[in-house]
T-cell receptor, first 113, second 111 residues
Framework: AQTVTQSQPEMSVQEAETVTLSCTYD???????LFWYKQPPSRQMILVIR????KQQNATENRFSVNFQKAAKSFSLKISDSQLGDAAMYFC??????????WGAGTKLIIKP | ETGVTQSPTHLIKTRGQQVTLRCSSQ?????VSWYQQALGQGPQFIFQ???????GRGNFPPRFSGLQFPNYSSELNVNALELDDSALYLC??????????FGSGTRLTVV
């Protein structure tokens, strides 16, 4: 069974600084997908970044980038130039079949002005 | 493009009752998934429908059932509600089995 672990229940960062959220996963699948989602108080899950495991290159989306270490089964999210609007719960998720996302417990990100 | 709309936003039911939650997806989104998110936890996959047929199910009992309609709307039905069913229920849809768009969820409270 696939599992996703987020070991940081809460992280805080000063506005404009950089923060890294950790995620590890366990899977026996050879091909799978990894995601970071953001859930603000509005409750809607918003896709931040997506990584296909067969791709060596780390995915980036503007200020958001990942450090994907396939052998270590690690998938961390780096947020550069943190903004107040980045404050939210961040969830790491994985799926071997492009559906049935397996989710971590989430990390609450606090941005200090 | 209208996104994914879930109704109602909040709901309170009594233990033992039945509930129907609704989700309206974007046109062309043939795939819809439902998730249960307990307070302070990550979501748990309930099931997925593709073109009106269930094609994947998580570790949820049969009292959790669903329907998907040709107009891209779907329902989650839960019978014999239990206190532990209290959670946020999320609907997510996709035109191509990835790149899901999520709704804002229905907060169900069972008392």
């Amino acid at each position: 069974a696939q599992t996703v672990t987020q070991s940081q229940p809460e992280m805080s960062v000063q506005e404009a600084e950089t923060v890294t959220l950790s995620c590890t996963y366990d899977t026996s699948e050879s091909d799978y997908y990894l995601f970071w989602y953001k859930q603000p108080p509005s409750r809607q899950m918003i896709l931040v970044i997506r990584q296909e495991a067969y791709k060596q290159q780390n995915a980036t989306e503007n200020r958001f980038s990942v450090n994907f270490q396939k052998a270590a089964k690690s998938f961390s999210l780096k947020i550069s130039d943190s903004q107040l609007g980045d404050a939210a719960m961040y969830f790491c998720a994985s799926t071997p079949r492009e559906y049935q996302l397996i989710w971590g417990a989430g990390t609450k990100l606090i941005i200090k002005p | 493009e209208t996104g994914v709309t879930q109704s109602p936003t909040h709901l309170i039911k009594t233990r033992g009752q039945q509930v129907t939650l609704r989700c309206s997806s974007q046109s062309g989104h043939n795939t819809v998934s439902w998730y249960q998110q307990a307070l302070g936890q990550g979501p748990q996959f309930i099931f997925q429908y593709y073109r009106e047929e269930e094609n994947g199910r998580g570790n949820f009992p049969p009292r959790f059932s669903g329907l998907q309609f040709p107009n891209y709307s779907s329902e989650l039905n839960v019978n014999a509600l239990e206190l532990d069913d209290s959670a946020l229920y999320l609907c997510a849809s996709s035109p191509n089995n990835y790149g899901y768009t999520f709704g804002s969820g229905t907060r169900l409270t069972v008392v």
